[in-house]
């Protein structure tokens, strides 16, 4: 068993850019790699991989260990499941809400592979049993994809529902998510920077 | 126990008047109405009540009780919860993903209440084991509130973690979720209307 983070530091995040610079961007994804590093170390994942095009920001990483592949996301990944050789959770490095209950439940999957869908049909975990005998396919409708990909191999998805590990952090909104329900440094970033505020009837974001 | 479902049909939804006319808003409300009053029903709850301002659309109504009252969503909640003698489970009516295991779970709480988080940190469903000890405060950040208003009166909390109950539909990319997740009639309108279309990694709705 053991978890691959994708992670790319460099100008990062770029949906984010309407509400943080780049700068800010780069620092806050930091905050949430190491927050999901925590969290699968606190799951008890022994074996932690960091997958990134470059070392850009990750020069002292030490807690993870960090294998460069400059090639895009998909093919880097499925690179990496065919030489794993043992059970795989891939987790995306802006999940701040992910929680060590989450991963512990969902690599306690009975099926041969869990995905976590995140809003507008992403993946947000996928969690193989047979690495060797899957593939994955990102952006677009990933969840359904992925889903299928199981499927037409022989391979049984348990669907792992969760509002919390289905945040991923792409959009200012996303932010509110971060602010409401959200702990740890990565939300302290954040709140040091916005506030919640109602209006007509909804919450929304604004700098301090 | 038993359920009560705010609803209103007239001009329902009008976030989602960019992709949808007020007619077909007014379908489409009617639609997850009824799918939520059928989970409800699957989860072995017997009395359902609808707690509507008018009863515009509610003239056939044969599956749940139809009560009254023009005063605004607090004010007709509390009234109900004042007045209810037994646990209250308060589900909202465009909640298409909702499913009785979902409900059967929330109501298997072993606190006092028990609140589902939707996005943008409003509240979804509430279950309220001690009605009359309770007030409910909609709109904002509805969520922070509802688990504020429990503890303040000694009420212990669970918050319920669910992507697909916590997903209600009230903007256009809402109406993804429900083409990605969905099933019912609900999911049968809307995909009559649309179809997803990738566009730069992400997932749009499309008018067919």
Same mark, same amino acid.
């Given at each position: 068993?053991?978890?691959?983070?994708?992670?790319?530091?460099?100008?990062?995040?770029?949906?984010?850019?309407?509400?943080?610079?780049?700068?800010?961007?780069?620092?806050?994804?930091?905050?949430?790699?190491?927050?999901?590093?925590?969290?699968?170390?606190?799951?008890?994942?022994?074996?932690?991989?960091?997958?990134?095009?470059?070392?850009?920001?990750?020069?002292? !990483?030490?807690?993870?260990?960090?294998?460069?592949?400059?090639?895009?996301?998909?093919?880097?990944?499925?690179?990496?499941?065919?030489?794993?050789?043992?059970?795989?959770?891939?987790? !995306?490095?802006?999940?701040?809400?992910?929680?060590?209950? %989450?991963?512990?439940?969902?690599?306690? @999957?009975?099926?041969?592979?869990?995905?976590?869908?995140?809003?507008?049909?992403?993946?947000?975990?996928?969690?193989?049993?047979?690495?060797?005998?899957?593939?994955?396919?990102?952006?677009?409708?990933?969840?359904? @994809? %992925?889903?299928?990909?199981?499927?037409? @191999?022989?391979?049984?998805?348990?669907?792992?529902?969760?509002?919390?590990?289905?945040?991923?952090?792409?959009?200012?909104?996303?932010?509110?998510?971060?602010?409401?329900?959200?702990?740890?440094?990565?939300?302290?970033?954040?709140?040091?920077?916005?506030?919640?505020?109602?209006?007509?009837?909804?919450?929304?974001?604004? %700098?301090?």
């Amino acid at each position: 068993m053991k978890a691959v983070i994708p992670y790319k530091k460099a100008s990062a995040k770029s949906r984010l850019s309407p509400v943080l610079t780049r700068e800010e961007r780069e620092e806050f994804v930091e905050l949430m790699l190491n927050q999901v590093i925590d969290t699968l170390k606190e799951a008890g994942i022994g074996t932690i991989d960091i997958l990134s095009p470059s070392t850009y920001g990750l020069e002292n !990483m030490t807690k993870a260990n960090v294998l460069l592949d400059k090639s895009d996301l998909n093919e880097a990944l499925n690179r990496y499941l065919k030489q794993a050789e043992e059970p795989v959770i891939i987790v !995306m490095a802006d999940l701040p809400l992910l929680s060590s209950k %989450h991963v512990k439940e969902i690599i306690s @999957t009975k099926k041969d592979v869990c995905v976590v869908p995140g809003k507008g049909g992403g993946t947000n975990s996928l969690f193989i049993k047979n690495p060797s005998r899957y593939t994955v396919r990102y952006y677009g409708s990933s969840f359904l @994809t %992925h889903c299928s990909i199981a499927e037409e @191999t022989g391979q049984s998805v348990e669907v792992y529902d969760s509002l919390f590990a289905g945040t991923d952090i792409d959009e200012p909104e996303d932010l509110v998510e971060l602010l409401i329900h959200g702990s740890g440094a990565a939300k302290k970033y954040i709140s040091k920077k916005f506030r919640l505020e109602m209006s007509r009837g909804r919450v929304r974001l604004v %700098h301090i």
